[in-house]
């Protein structure tokens, strides 16, 4: 397939962020459409996801350490998207398929496979594919499967439970008869989490009895706590964990922007006091090297949608150019369910 001399865009990362998050640190740059070498494909892409995680790839150092390379400047912005594949010479992938990978923020984009997943037909809206059928959703179900599935006389806590991926697990969660708590943000986010995804009791992190709420809320202490925030919350919470209950690392979403977030407190001692008094674990996780539970994730997810057991959150906003002012959204106005950017 020939497209000529068309023209595409795609959006770089024009400078390393400093404090808080700017459009001006993203560039969007006109660019010839790639071409396609033996073994790859291209790939047209429709939806482009906007996460938070992102944020950790394009600082100087990533997670403030020199282990992880940073992304030079003007390297296209390496997000997640969903879209169809309109040449092809890979002898697995064909035209005309709707696939899943870190495609970038760009209207084309070269593969050749590695790491890609074809979008199963059960998904629905493929926008799913970049929310609960795709990275949130996958983390969700991999850190339950962490956390030992879902047991009914336990209460699973969540924080950031408004996002993406606390939305997933907390729909995971009751699909499979759990108990989850959720700690998230304003009135608007409360009634979303308890109307729409089916939390059984949210704490708002913003009120001023906070604490008491989550008291109420976790009568038997917490024995999961699936942690998508970090920053000094953990040390609010550490004194409702269950003996033996385990805090599972997910996302530090408050430490992304700043990673000394917290510090002018130390909220070390009541972690540690909770790790030694009540044998309280404490566990990061990630989607890598988890690719063997893909087939399960895809198959429960695509059965809870088609039963309607999970109704999935969207919000789309319209253009390429907008990607970098929707990342930004992402801390400044915080919303329901998934963000994605529809650049077709």
Request: proline share 6%; glycine share 14%.
């Amino acid at each position: 397939m020939s497209l000529g001399n068309k023209t595409a865009q795609k959006v770089v990362l024009q400078s390393y962020p400093e404090g808080n998050l700017k459009p001006s640190d993203f560039a969007v740059e006109d660019c010839p459409v790639p071409e396609v070498a033996d073994g790859s494909f291209l790939v047209r892409n429709n939806f482009v996801s906007v996460d938070p995680m992102l944020r950790i790839f394009i600082d100087k150092m990533p997670l403030g350490s020199a282990s992880m390379p940073s992304l030079p400047l003007g390297s296209v912005i390496p997000g997640a998207a969903v879209g169809e594949i309109i040449e092809s010479r890979h002898p697995e992938f064909k035209v005309g398929e709707t696939v899943e990978g870190r495609f970038g923020w760009q209207h084309y984009a070269v593969s050749t496979g590695q790491g890609v997943v074809r979008v199963p037909h059960g998904l629905g809206a493929i926008e799913n594919a970049l929310g609960i059928g795709g990275l949130p959703g996958f983390t969700a179900y991999i850190g339950l499967n962490v956390a030992g599935g879902v047991k009914q006389e336990q209460t699973i806590l969540v924080s950031g439970a408004a996002g993406a991926v606390g939305s997933a697990v907390g729909a995971l969660v009751k699909a499979r008869g759990g108990r989850v708590v959720g700690i998230s943000g304003g009135e608007d986010k409360k009634r979303y989490l308890l109307d729409v995804v089916g939390y059984d009791a949210v704490a708002d992190r913003n009120a001023p009895d906070f604490k008491a709420q989550l008291a109420a809320a976790l009568p038997n202490g917490v024995n999961v706590y699936f942690d998508n925030v970090g920053g000094p919350m953990m040390a609010d919470v550490v004194p409702f964990m269950a003996y033996g209950g385990l805090i599972l690392i997910s996302g530090l979403m408050a430490q992304y922007q700043d990673a000394t977030a917290g510090s002018q407190t130390d909220n070390l001692p009541p972690v540690l006091f909770a790790v030694m008094g009540k044998g309280v674990r404490i566990q990061g996780f990630s989607q890598f090297g988890q690719d063997a539970l893909r087939a399960g994730f895809e198959q429960d997810i695509t059965e809870l949608l088609a039963c309607g057991a999970i109704k999935p959150e969207v919000h789309i906003v319209d253009g390429l150019e907008n990607l970098p002012q929707a990342q930004v959204n992402l801390f400044e106005h915080s919303t329901t369910g998934k963000v994605v950017v529809r650049v077709a």
